[in-house]
């Protein structure tokens, strides 16, 4: 996933989308975007050659102390942290066997089928579609066929039509991958899609090498689907079976009329009856008599 000194490009690439404004340094002309490595080092409270060396991959031991400052510096998330963490101390994710996490339930599948009022899928850490309901089959039935997520958004030139925020979508799902993906040294397949991704996409290199490390656990995805028209799909996503690296994904129509609309055309593409009970309730809500 990434070279010979993982933990320097890590820091390179934090410091170079992390701007004087975000820390509270004065403007200055600058030739290059983000912070300088002696502002970095005045900020984490460490001299500038020790940093240097850090980025260089000359030192490969800095304390928790040292973690938690830069940590700071480049205002990191949680997963972001434990990454940095991760990629200095070489430790171990405790992360499921290579191709453990293509292995799917049988009884997650056949909830899968009986969910017929939700888009439901299910992504392993490479974000391949592992699974997927007849109402997932029909959102994606005109894009052309997905089977990973990463290659529908950037090596499918059908992608910037069927996402409305099309950059907003692919920012967080390079971003999920480094979060799932973890240091990356275990999963040769993932290290294959993000060569491949790299290879076809400048966007992907582009996103990629900001090194953005969040996981998503909800998310709003607005679409412009061939078929039903526009609408928007609120996620949540939860892991499989305690899998970590396995992640049900269900999305619901946006409570309003037009989402709601879609939906609904939506689920008779799919050949599933009836009408989301949301818009149900909705519409019996109208007019209805309020309680004193």
Not at 125 to 134: F, G, K, Q, V
Not at 158 to 171: D, G, K, M, P, T
Request: hydrophobic share 35%.
């Amino acid at each position: 996933m990434d070279g010979k000194n993982p933990l320097g490009e890590f820091l390179r690439a934090r410091r170079e989308v992390t701007t004087v404004d975000q820390v509270g340094l004065p403007r200055t002309r600058r030739r290059t975007p983000g912070l300088r490595r002696d502002e970095v080092a005045m900020l984490a409270d460490v001299s500038t050659d020790y940093y240097i060396r850090l980025e260089q991959g000359r030192e490969r031991n800095p304390s928790v102390r040292v973690l938690e400052a830069l940590a700071r510096v480049f205002q990191l998330g949680p997963e972001a942290v434990e990454h940095l963490h991760d990629l200095a101390h070489r430790r171990g994710p405790g992360r499921e066997p290579v191709g453990g996490s293509d292995r799917l339930r049988p009884a997650v599948r056949r909830f899968m089928e009986r969910c017929d009022h939700a888009v439901t899928f299910v992504l392993n850490r490479r974000l391949d579609l592992l699974a997927m309901n007849p109402l997932a089959t029909a959102l994606y039935r005109g894009v052309g066929g997905c089977d990973n997520a990463l290659r529908l958004a950037f090596l499918n030139p059908v992608a910037r039509e069927f996402y409305l925020n099309w950059e907003q979508q692919a920012h967080d799902l390079v971003a999920h991958l480094r979060a799932i993906g973890g240091t990356g040294h275990a999963d040769p397949f993932v290290l294959e899609l993000v060569e491949d991704l790299s290879r076809g996409s400048e966007d992907f290199r582009r996103l990629w090498a900001r090194y953005d490390v969040r996981s998503r656990t909800y998310r709003s995805v607005p679409y412009r689907h061939g078929e039903v028209g526009e609408m928007t799909l609120n996620y949540e996503v939860f892991r499989v079976g305690g899998l970590a690296s396995q992640q049900l994904v269900v999305g619901q129509p946006e409570p309003d009329a037009p989402s709601e609309r879609a939906f609904d055309a939506l689920r008779r593409l799919a050949g599933v009856e009836g009408t989301h009970p949301a818009g149900d309730e909705r519409r019996a809500g109208r007019g209805a008599t309020r309680l004193p």
